[in-house]
C-alpha cells in the first residue's frame, strides 16, 4: 500500500484544487485504490465514495446496474470495465470514476483469462480504458498492481490536455 501513497497524494491535490470528486468501482483490487485515495489527508473533499463490486449481485445492489447493462458484454474487458465506471458517474455524480476488473489469482478468471488480467477505465471529462497482463499469479502483488496502474491512469487523464476533453 505504501508504494500507491505517492501517487494517491498527487491526485488528491489535483482533485482538490480543481474542486473536483471522484468514485470508485473496484473488483479484483479489493478496495486498494479506495483505499489509497482516502488515505491522503483531505479526501473528504474530492472522494465520494466506492464499491467492491466483486459480484453481479454488488454492480446490481451498489452501483444499480441491471443485468441487462451487459449484455453482450464479455467479462474482464476493456467494455466492461468502461460500463462500471460509466455506472459509477451515473450512480455518484463525480466529475471523474474509475472502474477495475480483472483476475488477482492465484488462477485465472472464468472467461479464461489468465491471472494478472485486468481492465480499467476512467469516465468523466475524459474516457480511457486500458487492459494490463502482469504474466503473474501472485494475487497480493496483482492487487497492488491493479490499483497502481489505475491511479496512473487517472493521472493521464487528469493531465490530458483541454482539447482532449469533450
Known amino acids: 500500500m505504501r508504494d500507491l501513497l505517492p501517487i494517491a497524494a498527487k491526485l488528491g491535490a489535483i482533485l ?26 483531505g479526501a473528504s473533499a474530492y472522494f465520494l465514495g466506492g464499491a467492491i463490486v466483486y459480484t453481479r449481485e454488488a454492480r ?7 443485468d441487462s447493462a451487459f449484455a453482450g458484454i464479455r467479462g474482464v474487458t476493456e467494455p466492461l470495465a468502461q460500463v462500471l465506471a460509466r455506472g459509477t ?8 470514476s474509475l472502474a477495475e476488473v480483472g483476475a488477482a489469482g492465484p488462477t485465472g478468471s472464468r ?8 481492465c480499467i477505465a476512467v469516465a468523466g471529462p475524459v474516457e480511457r480504458s486500458i487492459t494490463i497482463e502482469t504474466g503473474s499469479d501472485d494475487r497480493v502483488a496483482n492487487m ?10 487517472l493521472a493521464q487523464c487528469l493531465a490530458a490536455p483541454p482539447a482532449d476533453r469533450p
Open 111 to 118: 472467461y479464461g483469462d489468465p491471472a494478472g488480467h485486468s
Open 60 to 66: 446490481r445492489t451498489l452501483l444499480d446496474l441491471p
Open 16 to 41: 482538490k484544487d480543481r474542486h473536483e470528486t471522484i468514485a470508485i468501482a473496484e473488483s479484483s483490487a479489493g478496495g486498494l485504490i479506495s483505499a489509497a485515495l482516502l488515505a491522503v489527508p
Open 89 to 96: 458517474l451515473k450512480r455518484f455524480s463525480p466529475a471523474w
Open 144 to 153: 497492488r498492481a491493479f490499483a497502481a496502474a489505475a491511479l496512473d491512469l
